[in-house]
């Protein structure tokens, strides 16, 4: 929701162009896309994700270019299957 809630990173979208537009566009904006999709879905795939006791999860922003996290995100990982199935 909200104005910048759609947007197009495929370079036709003005308002956000991280990988240029028109004939300087990336050559490598789809296979960086593709790369990126693909390890966030192993990551979240292959790891139990939890947040340290007692704590909750913060979204609270500091102001700057691309908005970072007032606190750097702590969570801890466990692997959800034995280590044999990730070798």
């Given amino acids: ?51 340290p006791d007692g704590e909750e999860l913060n979204m609270d922003e500091k102001f700057g270019l691309a908005l970072p996290k007032a606190v750097p995100l702590k969570a801890f990982l466990r692997p959800r299957l034995s280590p044999a199935a990730y070798t």
Avoid: S
Wanted: positive net charge; aromatic residues 14%; hydrophobic residues 45%.
């Fill in 1 to 51: 929701t909200g104005k910048g809630a759609r947007y197009d990173p495929q370079g036709n979208d003005f308002e956000l162009i991280p990988f240029g537009a028109g004939r300087r566009v990336c050559a490598g904006k789809l296979v960086g896309t593709v790369f990126v999709q693909y390890l966030l879905g192993m990551l979240v795939h292959a790891f139990d994700w939890r947040l």
